[in-house]
């Protein structure tokens, strides 16, 4: 009786505390759900806005690079059409020449004096290319030998391609980022008191096949249910990525889906190979970046190689094995 009398006040206490248990999971989970609209919410009003294209001719509309016009008319997420695209305005702007033997398409260095003026994305695809020509003595490559290597690889290279481009866009004041730092760090200010609640719940759990109910530690459960909700919350506003449109960003799109528009309405276009870059010049290259000039697109791999066949340079010739 004695130690029952000892024991008697503390287990009521905690007995009276664990029955608060599902008020205070309930509350962990409508906080929570606040927590998701708001994220939610925040996603939809700082995604990029529509942009309307503007009338245009069949010309330049303006400086940017392919890259970059792939980006502003693609709702601000960069598409695979950029790297093609880069290629056949490198070839424009006379670092490469393009030629067709019979069907096959060959891309080749040209020799160059004087210093160069290109970006960082537009040098990996001309040191890609560079890379490759120097593997046979004839010193040009199959266009559909330009992979950028196994998906691991490529998946690398398109990532510090990515970034080139956007930092190049931002520069310009083309676009900024969706999910600033300072946004982020507010919604993980804003899950503290979620990661509370979950620890208050967490702290009235007991395991009900435990024959001694009282080995159950309210701290250790507390932190745990804290600390993932709070990790789990973290991630959530810590992953958020993506790039927004500007104001300058959203005319240079106008123009550019004018041009877009027009090019897709020629019957002619669509069907260029990539060696009449040597017509269409600098036009072909944002015709492909803004994924209308299809054959070139096709022409032009520049993405993971197959998993079945590949192209070897090995014994000094281009081939598919």
Known sequence: EAAHHEAGPGEGLMDRWRDLGPGLWIATA??????????????????????????????????????????????????HEAVPGTLIDLAARRYLDIDMVGDDTFVRVRSRSGPDDLTGYEAMVLDHVVDLASHTSEGRVPAQALTTGPERTAKRWWKRFRRAVVADARGRDLSRARWPVRLKVALVLAALPVALSAALAGSTLRYQDDPDPDSTDPAENALYAGGWTLAILGFAALSRSGERDTPRGRESAARWLGLREQLAEDPLFGDQPPAAVAIWDRLLAHGTAMGVAHRVVRALPLGTESEREAWSSVGGRWRRV
């Open 30 to 79: 409508a906080l929570a759900a606040i927590w998701v609209a708001l994220l939610l919410t925040i996603a939809a009003l700082r995604d990029p806005r529509a942009v309307q294209a503007t009338p245009a001719l069949i010309e330049m509309q303006g400086d940017e690079p392919p890259a970059v016009v792939n980006l502003v008319t693609t709702d601000w997420d960069l598409e």
